[in-house]
Every structure is written in C-alpha cells, then in structure tokens.
C-alpha cells in the first residue's frame, strides 16, 4: 500500500513499478528522470518496502542496481541522522491534557493557557489550545449523542 503522504508523482512511479514487477510492462524511466532527488528516493525507499527488489527497480528506471543501492545507503543514513538529531518526546500525559481542559472549563483564555505551558519550556499556541478544545468538545458532544 502506498502512504497517502507522498507526491502524486511518486505514486504514480511507484504504481507502475509494482504493476511492471508483476509481469506487466511498464516504463516508467522517463517519468523517473523528471522526479527531484528526494521524489527519487522516496519512490526507491517505497519500492523497497513493497519488496521489490532492487534490480527490477533499477530496470524500471534506467538506473544501475549499484545507483539504487547506494541511493537506499544513503537514505538509512539521512533517516538515521534524523533520528539522533530529533529529541525524544515525553509521551503524552492523560493528566496534564485533563488539566488543560479543566483549565479551559473553569473560564482560562487559550492565552492564558498558552502563556503557563510557555513558561514551563512548551512552545504551544493560543491557537493550538482552541483547535485542540474545539476537537475535544465535538468528540464529547459525539459520544454524548450516542
């Protein structure tokens, strides 16, 4: 299955790949040549995932098998350094969400709420704390109507 947070480009690509590797033929390297780099290596990384393997991969794109194993190396590589560069977040703590709520309940502006979150190091919104109160309610007016 193909994430719905890709381009269509890649999508398409990836498609006619998988429909290629299952007998059909398909080209697709020119349609591969106009991709970005990252559109390039979004569409082998999914390829991958979908199994297939990476010499029908570098055929389907007119690319050595050498160019899409280097390109997956890379890719680890980046999504690796991401991932030591990101900082792990605190799970969400059902706790402080109920004290927010009680906070928005009892009369707090989303600003007020913002502010205290803000001295306490959370960078969060005035914005961000309405559209989070106005998701809340329409959830508990949902479950109430059942």
């Not at 605190?90 to 709420?113: C, E, R, Y």
């Not at 959370?122 to 809340?136: G, Q």
Request: a positive charge.
């Amino acid at each position: 299955m193909i994430p719905w947070a890709v381009s269509g480009a890649v999508a398409c690509i990836v498609s006619k790949v998988i429909a290629e590797h299952q007998n059909q033929v398909v080209f697709v390297s020119n349609d591969f040549t106009n991709l970005s780099k990252a559109e390039k290596n979004q569409a082998i990384k999914l390829l991958t995932e979908q199994g297939i393997p990476q010499k029908a991969i570098a055929e389907s794109f007119g690319i050595s098998a050498p160019a899409v194993s280097q390109r997956l190396k890379r890719i680890e590589g980046e999504s690796s350094l991401i991932n030591k560069k990101m900082p792990i977040k605190p799970p969400v703590n059902i706790n402080n969400i109920l004290k927010i709520i009680d906070l928005l309940d009892t009369g707090f502006s989303p600003n007020a709420i913002a502010s205290l979150l803000g001295e306490s190091g959370l960078s969060v919104t005035a914005n961000d704390i309405s559209s989070f109160y106005k998701v809340y309610q329409a959830i508990k007016a949902q479950l109430n109507s059942d």
